[in-house]
């Protein structure tokens, strides 16, 4: 298994440029979601799908839309790129949700910089 | 508003000493608090985790100290070696978020040879 996977590894846009961020995952895992990494802030959740078809909005969801049309991919789309989206993206899978905590799973991050 | 608060932010500390990371949370709705590790150039990866209905965990190197009344827990690593220096995040979660968890703001560990 690849576990989760995430393309690209790094980015540059322009400010206004739209990209789509791409994760996919090969568990069959029910639950996928976008965190955002920023130096003294820790994670924060983005988006976040409870099975195909499923999506809501976490802590920081300005900015950014959600699909979730398999069960394997979860794309992330930057609508309008701005500096502040500068950012290390991480996308994330478990098992499913419920009332019991199952492990989520990280993929490697995409180095997103927005000049 | 940040739920989980974890100090320090970085810490350095001498190759077969202990390394102290502290998180408090404000959620007594919280059932769940995992402990993340996190390497350079590399996604999260789960660590150690604890419920509220236990004081402590221990899995090897590693134990978490819960203390439910004070809404606190910590991560103790013991015999640090440099191979922990890494950054580490303590979160939480519970049934009615949908599983979401919320981290800290991290601590980077160096652990000197």
């Known amino acids: 298994n690849a576990g989760v996977t995430q393309t690209p590894k790094f980015q540059v846009l322009k400010t206004g440029q739209s990209m789509t961020l791409q994760c996919a995952q090969d568990m069959n895992h029910e639950y996928m979601s976008w965190y955002r990494q920023d130096p003294g802030m820790g994670l924060r959740l983005i988006h976040y799908?409870?099975?195909?078809?499923?999506?809501d909005q976490g802590e920081v969801p300005n900015g950014y839309n959600v699909s979730r049309s398999t069960t394997e991919d979860f794309p992330l789309r930057l609508l309008s790129a701005a500096p502040s989206q500068t950012s290390v993206y991480f996308c994330a899978s478990s098992r499913d949700r419920g009332s019991s905590y199952n492990e989520q799973f990280f993929g490697p991050g995409t180095r997103l910089t927005v000049l | 508003q940040q739920q989980v608060k974890q100090s320090p932010q970085s810490l350095i500390v001498q190759k077969g000493g202990i390394s102290i990371i502290n998180c408090a949370y404000e959620n007594t709705a919280f059932d769940y608090f995992p402990w993340y590790q996190q390497f350079p150039g590399k996604g999260p990866a789960l660590l150690i985790a604890?419920?509220?209905?236990?004081s402590e965990k221990k899995e090897g190197r590693f134990t978490i100290s819960f203390n439910k009344s004070a809404k606190q827990f910590s991560l103790h690593i013991m015999d640090s070696q440099p191979g922990d220096s890494a950054t580490y995040f303590c979160?939480?979660?519970?049934?009615?978020?949908?599983?979401?968890?919320?981290f800290g703001s991290g601590t980077q560990l160096t652990v000197l040879p």
């Open positions: 799908s409870v099975g195909a078809g499923i999506t």
């Open positions: 979160a939480a979660t519970w049934s009615g978020s949908a599983r979401q968890l919320t």
């Open positions: 604890i419920r509220p209905d236990v």
